[in-house]
């Protein structure tokens, strides 16, 4: 590419960065307040709300779009903590301090997660170290117990799902694994 197309680019991206966020990915940002509103206010009233109470402009036909794409939004907020929560599950599997490390049971368990937060022991994770222990707790405390609890109880399932998936992944992986070790070993005949 040459420099005066990276000028142009680096251009572009500086301009969109200075664009207002437009009212779609608001109120995807507000998705999990949206959410939780929507279950006793209609789209309209929330429009309104935002507007009045805020000066947050977002139609109704805006919010009640965001509403229907619950379910990618859903799976967006897992995405954001699901890595974190990993890290932290991993390292509670190697804590002796630590009795019931699935991320489900931290995860959904606000005042279990304290409880494990408070006993880890830095450095027993094997390839984990502490920036990393330290920086998943922080994104659990800060992108998902910030959440309304309705919002967390609804990607249960996902968590659910995910783990299962991986689970089925590894196990597929064992399996074939055996049957390349079963076929390369030479037979006694």
Aim: net charge negative.
């Amino acid at each position: 590419m040459s420099g005066d197309m990276k000028k142009v680019g680096a251009g572009l991206v500086e301009h969109v960065a200075e664009m207002p966020v437009t009212a779609r990915g608001l109120a995807e940002e507000l998705f999990p307040y949206i959410y939780v509103a929507s279950k006793r206010m209609s789209t309209r009233a929330i429009s309104e709300w935002l507007e009045k109470e805020h000066n947050v402009q977002i139609s109704f036909v805006t919010i009640a779009k965001t509403l229907r794409n619950s379910p990618a939004l859903f799976e967006k907020i897992v995405d954001g903590v699901f890595a974190a929560a990993d890290t932290l599950e991993i390292h509670c599997n190697h804590d002796s301090n630590i009795t019931n490390s699935s991320k489900l049971a931290f995860l959904f368990n606000e005042q279990y997660f304290e409880e494990i937060t408070g006993k880890i022991e830095v450095g027993l994770g094997e390839g984990i170290n502490i920036g990393s222990i330290l920086y998943a707790i922080q994104k659990i405390n800060e992108d998902w117990f910030a959440l309304p609890k309705e919002v967390r109880d609804r990607c249960e399932n996902i968590f659910i799902i995910r783990d299962a998936q991986r689970y089925d992944e590894e196990r597929k992986a064992d399996f074939e694994k055996t049957l390349e070790d079963e076929t390369s070993e030479p037979s006694n005949q």
